[in-house]
């Protein structure tokens, strides 16, 4: 970790040269999602609920996702950027250095304008959370905490999914966005919303639904049957990095070099 920290400082003391770019940058990722945060409330504005869903309440999944997404961008960005490495020859580089591929891969970028999007999100989290009459306990603040922390997981195990078929394809896919935009984009509204198809791909496959529809149910108190088994369906989504870090060695130990 103290390796990864000190990527983290040299990259954050290179991007502050430019500081006034880097400002710009981030006031721009407040606004951008803006225009979406602003569909969603016309839409209610409209049509006043969803399938039982208020506008607050799917104000809340909203904010979490996006968190979760905004600290994936900024912490996982050398994975989303990985192509790059392959493309130029560089991740042999990385192979003979005596440290992880998965810890130089992961601190070889980071996006820190992504702090304003992260704003924006939070913003959105509290005004949610004021205008919604939750009865917080120790366990619904923790299980809050737990589902950003999972959706950060999940956002990064996919980009190490992308990062994983350069290997063999040398550049990234774009069908990987299917599950990182797309992914973010269904998954800020309850799942229950969509076909049950659908909710189970992102609830068993892609494990979105543990992110905010489960443990959203258990906050807003509309669970049916054991409440804990709501309130831990966060750990257990946040176990779908495993599999993707073994699919990544997988993959390293079946890189073929550029021979640079």
Known sequence: MGLYFKYLLILFKSQMQYRTSFWLLSIGQFFIPFSIFAGLYFLFERFGQIKGWDFFEVALCFAVIHMAFSLSECFARGFDTFSSLIIKGDFDRVLVRPRSTFL???GSKFEFTRIGRLLQSVLVLLWALGNLPIEWSLLKAATLLFMVTSGVLIFTGIYMLAATMCFWTVQGLEIANIFTDGGREMAQYPLNIYQKWVARIFTYVIPFGTVNYLPLLFILGKTEGNEVLYMLTPV???LFIL??????????RHYRSTGS
């Open 104 to 106: 130089q891969v992961l």
């Open 236 to 238: 257990a989504g946040s």
């Open 243 to 252: 599999p993707c870090f073994f699919i990544w060695q997988f993959g390293v």
